[in-house]
């Protein structure tokens, strides 16, 4: 059965940090491509960052470019989310999203989100 339990959002002023923490199990997490997406209130769920084991490739929103970074342990199967500068436009349900597309077939998971709210 894979999970994946994010974990760290909360409630921070603006200017502020915070760091998500993505925890997976069940998968072979150095196979996937991992991803960080958000859904603000009222609005569709959109991406944020990607980060691509394969070759340590990162990709992001232009909205959170130099803001947030995003990195993966490999040793604690976890993905993170560095949050710096925050803006109250970040708020946000923060979702983790891990994918795959192998000769098995392809694969998509999500977390069950974590809020955060950013404070004027």
């Known amino acids: 059965q894979v999970q994946l339990v994010e974990s760290g959002g909360g409630l921070v002023q603006t200017g502020g940090s915070l760091r998500l923490s993505c925890t997976a199990s069940?998968?072979?997490?150095?196979?996937?491509?991992m991803a960080w997406f958000r859904q603000p209130p009222g609005k569709d769920r959109e991406f944020v960052a990607s980060h691509i084991h394969k070759d340590g490739s990162t990709y992001y929103a232009d909205s959170v470019k130099g803001r947030f970074t995003i990195s993966r342990d490999i040793a604690k199967n976890t993905v993170y989310l560095q949050m710096n500068n925050l803006k109250p436009e970040d708020t946000a349900v923060y979702y983790c999203?891990?994918?795959?597309?192998?000769?098995?077939?392809?694969?998509?998971?999500w977390g069950q989100g974590t809020q955060v709210t950013v404070s004027s």
């Open positions: 069940g998968l072979t997490f150095n196979q996937y491509t």
């Open positions: 999203n891990g994918h795959v597309i192998s000769i098995a077939g392809s694969y998509d998971y």
